[in-house]
């Protein structure tokens, strides 16, 4: 029998962590996302960049943030979904 997986949520780059050096002395950089715009943090300094200027970097951690809600928690809607049944006819029982 064939495995089914769920479906992939889409996700967009927003960080990029590098290291320059070597595992004994080095130094991190941090690269963000807001907006359209990118920015590197080295240090004291931080200066905006163009994405060809990202992909020069040695990542080290790339940050990703889910952009698409595919994943529903079934278990969850029917709690909600009966929650909100049960305060309607609270509200509309007579007393």
């Known amino acids: 029998m064939m495995q089914s997986y769920p479906p992939i949520p889409e996700m967009k780059l927003i960080g990029i962590i590098s290291h320059q050096g070597t595992k004994d002395n080095g130094h991190y950089t941090a690269i963000t996302k807001k907006g359209e715009e990118w920015t590197l943090y ?18 080290y951690i790339l940050m990703y943030r889910k952009t698409s809600k595919i994943f529903i928690n079934k278990r969850r809607l029917a709690r909600t979904s009966l929650a909100q049944k049960e305060e309607t006819e609270r509200l509309t029982l007579p007393k």
């Open 42 to 59: 080295n240090g004291a300094t931080t200066t905006h960049i163009t994405t060809s200027h990202m992909h020069q970097t040695q990542a």
